[in-house]
Nanobody
Framework: VQLQAYGGGLAQAGGSLRLSCAASGRTLNSYAMAWFRQGPGKEREFVAVISWNGGTTNYAGSVKGRFTISRDNVKNTVFLQMDSLKPEDTAVYYC??????????????????WGQGTLVTVSS
């Protein structure tokens, strides 16, 4: 299975972007899907995760209330709607799936499959 993330780009502070991550190869409807990000000079960190059926979500405190994760299992795609963007949201955003543990894991090691990343730059 492969993940292809896209939708990154340049936004102004207070603006919005929508990221997408499409899975190919086989369906991933039985797995949670997550977004992580890595800012300049920082370690990769958890952003958001959604359950296999989209019924449950979890967010990092820094994005809660501003970002929304969703998924379309027919299209095998997960989305990240990012609103009220801040310069500190600047990062390469990665999608991940194939969780090794049940539920909504938030650690990198819990996920087997990763996309290549898409760059989000937020200007002040």
């Amino acid at each position: 299975v492969q993940l292809q993330a896209y939708g990154g780009g340049l936004a102004q502070a207070g603006g919005s972007l929508r990221l997408s991550c499409a899975a190919s190869g086989r369906t991933l409807n039985s797995y949670a899907m997550a977004w992580f990000r890595q800012g300049p000079g920082k370690e990769r960190e958890f952003v958001a995760v959604i359950s296999w059926n989209g019924g449950t979500t979890n967010y990092a405190g820094s994005v809660k209330g501003r970002f929304t994760i969703s998924r379309d299992n027919v299209k095998n795609t997960v989305f990240l709607q990012m609103d009220s963007l801040k310069p500190e949201d600047t990062a390469v955003y990665y999608c991940a799936t194939g969780n090794r543990v049940p539920g909504l894991p938030t650690t990198q090691t819990a996920f087997r499959t990763w996309g290549q990343g898409t760059l989000v730059t937020v200007s002040s």
